[in-house]
């Protein structure tokens, strides 16, 4: 069973930083692609980051290039996602998501997520 735990998120004013985590269990993830999305009130979930956990390669969002970073700890089983220059159109709830193969920027291409995390920015 694939357990997905984020911690990191909360309030911070603008432009400052963040560093999400995200704790993986239960599966070999060498061959899977991870995945940050979040959730906005009222808006649908979207992409932010997916990161290749054989290779490494990672892919943004258009609003968060040169602003976050995605990164992974093959021996922690944990993926990270440093968010700087963080802006009040960031606050939503982040989620760490997991699925066998290439990732996608999809969020229905996922199988496994976690519970979430709260961002908040302020202005």
């Known amino acids: 069973q694939v357990q997905l735990v984020e911690s990191g998120g909360g309030l911070v004013q603008a432009g400052g930083s963040l560093r999400l985590s995200c704790a993986a269990s239960?599966?070999?993830?060498?061959?899977?692609?991870m995945g940050w999305f979040r959730q906005a009130p009222g808006k649908e979930r979207e992409f932010v980051a997916t990161?290749?956990?054989?290779?490494?390669?990672?892919n943004y969002a258009d609003s968060v290039k040169n602003r976050f970073t995605m990164s992974k700890d093959n021996a922690k089983n944990t993926v990270y996602l440093q968010m700087n220059s963080l802006k009040p159109e960031d606050t939503a709830v982040y989620y760490c998501?997991?699925?066998?193969?290439?990732?996608?920027?999809?969020?229905?291409?996922?199988?496994?997520w976690g519970q979430g995390t709260q961002v908040t920015v302020s202005s």
């Open positions: 990161i290749s956990w054989s290779s490494g390669i990672t």
């Open positions: 239960g599966r070999t993830f060498s061959t899977y692609g």
């Open positions: 998501a997991a699925r066998s193969g290439v990732y996608y920027t999809s969020p229905s291409m996922y199988s496994y």
